[in-house]
């Protein structure tokens, strides 16, 4: 079945930046678009970004547009979010997303000082 694992979270200051990975089983990685998404506490899901299959286009919320950057390896059946200039309200579970609407479990991200 389809499986994703996020990782790469944790404690980051303000400023800071951190990558995110997810690695897809279970499915043909390299045919599908994915996701990125967010959930903050107390708050409801947030799209974050989308990339398609082969990497060649992308789009991002407003909220993360100049600071966050997606891409993948097919080879290595990952998706990558790297975050740079992380600021406290970007502290979050972020998911990625099969677009097909499969999600892992997520990994949290905490920007604090």
């Known amino acids: 079945q389809v499986q994703l694992v996020e990782s790469g979270g944790g404690l980051v200051q303000p400023g800071g930046s951190l990558t995110l990975s997810c690695v897809g089983s279970g499915f043909t990685f390299k045919l599908y678009d994915m996701r990125w998404f967010r959930q903050a506490p107390g708050k409801g899901l947030e799209w974050l970004s989308d990339?398609?299959?082969?990497?060649?286009?992308?789009t991002y919320a407003n909220s993360v547009k100049d600071r966050f950057t997606v891409y993948r390896d097919n080879a290595k059946n990952t998706l990558y979010l790297h975050m740079n200039s992380l600021k406290p309200e970007d502290t979050a579970l972020y998911f990625c997303?099969?677009?097909?609407?499969?999600r892992g479990q997520g990994t949290q991200v905490t920007v604090s000082s």
């Open positions: 990339i398609n299959n082969i990497g060649s286009r992308t």
């Open positions: 997303s099969k677009s097909t609407g499969e």
